[in-house]
């Protein structure tokens, strides 16, 4: 049994960064690709990023290609998505989620595991 827990999301401006974090439990973290999702009101929820386990492979979603960043530290169990050049579209509560299929399979949302999310709220 895995759990996730993300923190790291608040209410920023438009231009700003943040940081968000999740923290996995249970030893199968290691062997997981982990993804990123978020869904703002009213619309579904939506991949944003997925790192595979050894980190040497992500995928990106186009719509925050070169401002978005995820990263892992498997030593921590903790997976990072570091937000930069935030626009109000962002706003969301973002979800990790980890499974041990492929950076396909995390895009698709085939995972076996899901946090509780985490809210990014982007004023203009």
């Known amino acids: 049994q895995v759990q996730l827990v993300e923190s790291g999301g608040g209410l920023v401006q438009a231009g700003g960064s943040l940081r968000l974090s999740c923290a996995a439990s249970?030893?199968?973290?290691?062997?997981?690709?982990m993804g990123w999702f978020r869904q703002a009101p009213g619309k579904e929820r939506e991949f944003v990023a997925a790192?595979?386990?050894?980190?040497?492979?992500?995928r990106y979603a186009d719509s925050v290609k070169g401002r978005f960043t995820t990263s892992r530290d498997n030593a921590k169990s903790t997976v990072f998505l570091q937000m930069n050049s935030l626009t109000p579209e962002d706003t969301a509560v973002y979800y990790c989620?980890?499974?041990?299929?492929?950076?396909?399979?995390?895009?698709?949302?085939?995972?076996?595991?899901w946090g509780q999310g985490t809210q990014v709220t982007v004023s203009s």
């Open positions: 249970g030893r199968t973290f290691n062997t997981y690709a």
């Open positions: 790192i595979n386990w050894s980190s040497s492979s992500t």
């Open positions: 989620a980890g499974g041990p299929g492929g950076l396909g399979s995390i895009r698709l949302g085939t995972v076996d595991y």
